[in-house]
């Protein structure tokens, strides 16, 4: 059987056994290693290394997906564990309470060593928006009590608070952030401005979903330890597009969705608590273990929970960690790097972010003088099946497209896009 003819079959809800999607996996794994080997040397290389690795991506009709920010593609392990074990749980859900719980405990650990966190600090949640939810009405903050956000805030990192303001008088305030900032210091000195005696929380995006930004947490999280301030992350975007250490940030909780970049289903996300903060957080849902359990565990007392697409999630662990995140990191950036530069040079393209390597990721944000945002997107889609989105407000000047740039994207593609692009900038509409 064919690679077509296997996913069909597969996704067609045959007789496949587990034996089957295993023997699958192992030699897609195998496939990887026999790669990493023969290319050892080259960290980023465009050509044969990252061809063969697109090749172990699931994509309908030659679809070239350059939005991943919002939902990106699942690897075909990820995708065959996925099915593996919603068949378990269908044909004996007995295992659901007996083997289950232990093997998400092995996600939990393997998910806590990829972001250098301890497991007692790794709560496995739905996505960001649950995470940054949780932390924003588990805090014991009083009346008149500020919390500083910036001004490009994804609504998950806004309505939370807003939400207190309006129920318990708690101030919101908002820093201003250049498109894009010039610098480290101007994006420090603006929230260091901000700090008022009230100023109890800084809750920032670390991965900034609409100019593409990527804050520099570690050294806000300096700023806000040497005022007494909590710092929260939105680092929805950073979990499989950057090489994540949450002791080297120095946060005290971070929030992401593995299903951006990862390569995880949706539905499966991560809070990261740091031990020392987690009994200042009252638990939202409450169940057996909200007030016994010492750890972060007690943010998760939610029942039972579709265990598929956590153990898919240590898949998609798996996945990455057999290409390395450090080679990972580079090959975006190495990508967004070359789009950044190419667009620069064409008339009537504004970028949106950063060309400093520090202050910017696999998110790349544009606008073209005179065209609508909505026409690049379908123009793109339908002259070469590429897919990017709209993003941004005309009122703040951050109106205008986004690309993703993950590792299954070729500069070929890029070149694509580019070529789409310098059409429309040239005719204007």
Same mark, same amino acid.
């Given at each position: 059987?064919?690679?077509?003819?296997?996913?069909?079959?597969?996704?067609?809800?045959?007789?496949?056994?587990?034996?089957?999607?295993?023997?699958?996996?192992?030699?897609?794994?195998?496939? +990887?290693?026999?790669?990493?080997?023969?290319?050892?040397?080259?960290?980023?290389?465009?050509?044969?290394?990252?061809?063969?690795?697109?090749?172990?991506?699931?994509?309908?009709?030659?679809?070239?997906?350059?939005?991943?920010?919002?939902?990106?593609?699942?690897?075909?392990?990820?995708?065959?564990?996925?099915?593996?074990?919603?068949?378990?749980?269908?044909?004996?859900?007995?295992?659901?309470?007996?083997?289950?719980?232990?093997?998400?405990?092995?996600?939990?650990?393997? #998910?806590?060593?990829?972001?250098?966190?301890?497991?007692?600090?790794?709560?496995?949640?739905?996505?960001?928006?649950?995470?940054?939810?949780?932390?924003?009405?588990?805090?014991?903050?009083?009346?008149?009590?500020?919390?500083? +956000?910036?001004?490009?805030?994804?609504?998950?990192?806004?309505?939370?608070?807003?939400?207190?303001?309006?129920?318990?008088?708690?101030?919101?305030?908002?820093?201003?952030?250049?498109?894009?900032?010039?610098?480290?210091?101007?994006?420090?000195?603006?929230?260091?401005?901000?700090?008022?005696?009230?100023?109890?929380?800084?809750?920032?995006?670390?991965?900034?979903?609409?100019?593409?930004?990527?804050?520099?947490?570690?050294?806000?999280?300096?700023?806000?330890?040497?005022?007494?301030?909590?710092?929260?992350?939105?680092?929805?975007?950073?979990?499989?597009?950057?090489?994540?250490?949450?002791?080297?940030?120095?946060?005290?909780?971070?929030?992401?969705?593995?299903?951006?970049?990862?390569?995880?289903?949706?539905?499966?996300?991560?809070?990261?608590?740091?031990?020392?903060?987690?009994?200042?957080?009252?638990?939202?849902?409450?169940?057996?273990?909200?007030?016994?359990?010492?750890?972060?565990?007690?943010?998760?007392?939610?029942?039972?929970?579709?265990?598929?697409?956590?153990?898919?999630?240590?898949?998609?662990?798996?996945?990455?960690?057999?290409?390395?995140?450090?080679?990972?990191?580079?090959?975006?950036?190495?990508?967004?790097?070359?789009?950044?530069?190419?667009?620069?040079?064409?008339?009537?393209?504004? #970028?949106?972010?950063?060309?400093?390597?520090?202050?910017?990721?696999?998110?790349?944000?544009?606008?073209?003088?005179?065209?609508?945002?909505?026409? +690049?997107?379908?123009?793109?889609?339908?002259?070469?099946?590429?897919?990017?989105?709209?993003?941004?407000?005309?009122?703040?000047?951050?109106?205008?497209?986004?690309?993703?740039?993950?590792?299954?994207?070729?500069?070929?593609?890029?070149?694509?896009?580019?070529?789409?692009?310098?059409?429309?900038?040239?005719?204007?509409?």
């Amino acid at each position: 059987m064919d690679r077509r003819g296997f996913l069909a079959s597969l996704i067609g809800c045959s007789a496949l056994s587990i034996y089957m999607l295993n023997k699958a996996n192992a030699a897609i794994y195998q496939n +990887i290693t026999e790669l990493n080997e023969k290319f050892i040397r080259e960290n980023a290389p465009d050509g044969v290394y990252w061809d063969a690795l697109h090749k172990h991506f699931i994509f309908q009709d030659d679809l070239i997906m350059m939005n991943n920010g919002t939902v990106g593609p699942m690897p075909e392990p990820v995708f065959n564990t996925l099915v593996k074990y919603f068949k378990v749980q269908a044909t004996n859900p007995f295992d659901c309470y007996n083997y289950f719980p232990k093997k998400r405990e092995e996600v939990r650990e393997k #998910l806590a060593k990829f972001i250098n966190a301890a497991p007692d600090e790794v709560v496995i949640n739905r996505n960001t928006t649950e995470g940054m939810n949780l932390i924003a009405s588990g805090l014991d903050l009083k009346e008149g009590d500020e919390v500083l +956000i910036s001004s490009h805030e994804h609504p998950a990192g806004i309505h939370p608070w807003k939400m207190r303001e309006k129920r318990y008088g708690i101030k919101v305030t908002e820093v201003s952030l250049g498109v894009p900032p010039k610098s480290v210091d101007e994006i420090i000195k603006s929230f260091k401005n901000a700090i008022t005696p009230r100023t109890k929380v800084i809750s920032i995006s670390h991965t900034v979903y609409i100019t593409g930004l990527i804050a520099p947490i570690k050294e806000l999280s300096d700023l806000a330890h040497e005022n007494g301030i909590f710092l929260l992350a939105d680092s929805a975007h950073g979990i499989g597009m950057l090489n994540i250490d949450v002791k080297t940030l120095g946060i005290d909780a971070l929030a992401s969705s593995p299903y951006k970049w990862l390569g995880a289903p949706t539905g499966c996300g991560l809070l990261y608590v740091r031990k020392d903060v987690q009994d200042i957080i009252w638990p939202s849902i409450a169940s057996s273990g909200w007030d016994t359990h010492e750890d972060a565990s007690r943010f998760e007392t939610l029942g039972q929970r579709a265990d598929p697409l956590i153990f898919s999630l240590g898949e998609a662990l798996d996945f990455q960690n057999i290409i390395g995140k450090d080679r990972i990191e580079r090959r975006i950036k190495t990508l967004a790097g070359y789009l950044k530069k190419e667009l620069q040079s064409i008339p009537k393209v504004r #970028l949106h972010t950063s060309l400093n390597t520090y202050l910017s990721g696999g998110l790349t944000a544009f606008s073209i003088s005179g065209v609508d945002p909505e026409r +690049i997107v379908s123009f793109l889609r339908e002259k070469y099946n590429i897919v990017i989105r709209t993003i941004g407000r005309e009122s703040d000047n951050t109106q205008g497209v986004r690309v993703s740039t993950n590792v299954y994207v070729s500069f070929k593609h890029i070149d694509m896009l580019l070529e789409g692009v310098n059409h429309l900038a040239r005719r204007g509409t």
